[in-house]
């Protein structure tokens, strides 16, 4: 991690510190959502991610049983497809 030194000039303060904390507030992983109790049945599931925008990700935050579950169609700005193959809920975090 850089160290952010406070014994510089301000100008180059401003410019040292933004190098640093810029690509932190760009991750877009800061605006994730969560989508809680989501069932799935055994085959396609199409779920509106409520982002509105094209989603960059998602990933599983809690499943309550086995399962293989995938994304099967491209993102878009309204819906998140995804297959399982078994019947369970989920949560997701979506981005």
């Known amino acids: 991690m850089a160290q952010l030194s406070t014994q510089l000039p301000y100008a180059q303060l401003l ?4 190098s640093v904390i810029n690509p932190v ?4 992983l800061n605006n994730v959502s ?3 109790n989501v069932v799935l049945k055994s085959g396609t599931n199409v779920i509106n991610h409520l982002l509105g925008q094209v989603q960059q990700g998602w990933f599983l935050v ?11 169609a491209p ?3 309204k819906t998140l497809t995804l297959t399982s193959n078994a019947a369970v809920t989920v949560s997701i975090g979506v981005f």
Do not use: E
């Open 15 to 18: 410019t040292k510190w933004s």
């Open 75 to 77: 993102f878009n700005d």
């Open 62 to 72: 809690d499943i309550n049983g086995a399962a293989t579950v995938y994304r099967s």
């Open 34 to 36: 969560i989508l809680q």
């Open 25 to 28: 507030l760009a991750n877009p």
